[in-house]
């Protein structure tokens, strides 16, 4: 069976060693195609953005470069966790938020 093809540019844009872990109802996507997705989406700075759910941040990383109004959502505290130290700097231009998307309000 062939790899699909976006393997090797995801592995290029991992920067640290992968984690493995399973997580129910986690579907990543993969980065070539956030990266086009927010593209397409043609946000501007001004823009005010969520993403209802966020999981390993593919798509996340690339709104943050967009937008400085982000909001992100995961039910999984552990990536929860991982996103926050990630995308959080404490200037109020990405939030991320613990729950169910549907939930929220």
């Avoid at 991992?14 to 993969?30: G, I, N, Q």
């Avoid at 991320?96 to 939930?103: E, H, N, Q, S």
């Amino acid at each position: 069976m062939s790899r699909p093809p976006w393997v090797d540019s995801y592995k290029k844009g991992a920067s640290a060693p992968v984690r493995v872990e399973v997580v129910p109802d986690l579907f990543p996507t993969p980065l070539p195609l956030a990266e086009r997705m927010v593209e397409m989406a043609c946000i501007e700075r001004h823009h005010r953005v969520i993403e209802p759910s966020a999981g390993t941040g593919a798509i996340l990383q690339f709104l943050v470069e967009d937008s400085d109004n982000v909001s992100a959502v995961e039910i999984n505290m552990r990536l929860v966790d991982d996103l926050r130290d990630r995308f959080e700097k404490g200037d109020g231009k990405c939030v991320v938020y613990r729950g169910d998307f549907l939930a929220l309000t």
